[in-house]
């Protein structure tokens, strides 16, 4: 777990060139270079864009590291409901 943490922060960071926000353009690249497999419109600059303003909730127009935190949450929710089902069906065979 702690290695996990460490890889978010040292990819928003170098995402974001140690700024403390990430602007569209850094944002549309994390996730189409690390959800690609995860998040079907990873390439769609338009989708991108709507999931950056759902994540803004200071709407500053960037997304900093605590509204970064909330994607990977959501989406590590996501994956846990996934295996969980997953394993369900497995079990029911
Ligand atoms: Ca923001």
Do not use: H, P, W
């Not at 569209?24 to 419109?41: H, R, T």
């Not at 935190?69 to 497995?90: M, P, Q």
């Amino acid at each position: 777990m702690e290695s996990a943490i460490k890889t978010l922060v040292t990819t928003f960071l170098s995402s974001s060139k140690g700024k403390e926000n990430l602007d569209s353009k850094s944002f549309q690249k994390l996730i189409s270079s690390q959800f690609g497999s995860m998040m079907e419109n990873a390439q769609d600059k338009e989708a991108v864009d709507k999931v950056m303003g759902d994540l803004d909730s200071n709407n500053d127009g960037e997304v900093d590291f605590t509204e970064f935190i909330i994607l990977v949450g959501a989406l590590t929710v996501a994956c846990n409901d996934f295996f969980l089902e997953f394993n369900e069906k497995s079990e029911t065979k």
